[in-house]
């Protein structure tokens, strides 16, 4: 999971599809009791364009979330379009009716995969640290405060969400990894914690999946150390100029639009606790150790 600031920027504004559902959102807002009249189409429905189904909603987050869900990162170009705080009901609460006033809300829809959305993933889970926000705020003239809807806004903002928003928090300080691809929580809070566990961040599938990202760029050092043995590298030069290649490679895998981005700036930063422990033993430990730290400080 990483922080994405996409939709503070060039798409700020919502999609058409949402202000086109305009008076059935102020219709949805009035009670719970409306909320059976939430339309999955008006966030998950497509239009026929040049010939080819367009999602109307789904599409802009893919370009937004360059094709990732938001809370894995694994590639999706088919994701879930996610509601961050859930329109039907709360697990955590008996009485809570859901957020149903943020159905058609632009900054609660979040690109998800199924593995992460849906039970025993997220699902309608929604712990917090304050006060869950039981119905919505309106205008003076009645209609319904859209402003007071906003993820990233006051009163939203004060239920101290333990689930963490991909466009407002800074998601890569509340986690650490693990050479295995495990991730843990370390803030303080506890909400690091929380998310890897509402969104089942853990499964078997995703550490394999995390794990191959330093495997794969452990097993290239790998080569590396043993063309410096047979003397195909032939200086210490030599050696350090070829893993200048592959620390680039890394740099590479931190950019947002890779999957996993997460873990690969974890290790970049984290060199020696989750790359050269993977070459434990190695006289080329203390070498590759260094040189890593020569190419950070841009002496490489
Ligand atoms: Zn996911």
């Known amino acids: 999971m990483i922080f994405n600031d996409r939709k503070s920027l060039l798409y700020a504004s919502p999609p058409q599809a949402l202000i086109d559902a305009e008076d059935d959102w102020q219709i949805i807002a009035r009670t719970p009791v409306n909320k059976k009249l939430i339309k999955r189409k008006v966030y998950k429905g497509t239009i026929r364009e040049n010939g080819r189904d367009v999602h109307k909603i789904r599409d802009i987050l893919c370009i937004i979330y360059h ?16 509601h961050y705080r859930p329109q039907k009901g709360v697990t955590e609460s ?21 593995d992460c959305n849906r039970p025993p993933g997220k699902g309608n889970k929604f712990p917090i640290m304050g006060v869950h926000e039981t119905k919505p705020y309106f205008l003076p003239s009645g209609e319904l405060d859209k ?40 803030d303080s809070e506890g909400r690091g914690e929380a998310t890897w566990k509402i969104c089942n961040l853990n499964l078997e599938t995703l550490l394999m999946a995390r794990q191959s990202v330093l495997d794969d760029f452990v097993e290239n ?49 984290h060199f020696d606790e989750m790359i050269i422990s993977l070459i434990k033993g190695d006289s080329y430990q203390n070498i590759i150790s260094q040189a890593h730290k020569k190419y950070l400080n841009g002496t490489l």
């Open 221 to 269: 050092i790998k080569i590396l150390i043993v063309a410096r043995r047979r003397n195909l590298l032939k200086t210490t030069n030599d050696f350090e100029s070829a893993l200048k290649l592959y620390f680039k490679k890394l740099d590479k895998l931190t950019q947002p639009n890779q999957a996993f981005s997460l873990i690969a700036t974890y290790a970049r930063e």
């Open 147 to 186: 402003d007071k809807c906003r993820a990233d806004k006051s009163p939203l903002i004060n239920e101290k969400p333990y689930l963490l928003h991909p466009e407002i928090d800074d998601c890569k300080q509340f986690f650490k990894f693990h050479a295995d691809g495990r991730i843990e929580g370390i």
């Open 67 to 82: 094709n990732k869900c938001a809370y894995c990162e694994a590639i999706n170009c088919e994701p879930d379009v996610e």
């Open 94 to 114: 008996k009485v809570h009716s859901g957020y149903y006033w943020l159905c058609y809300e632009w900054s609660n829809l979040i690109p998800s995969c199924a």
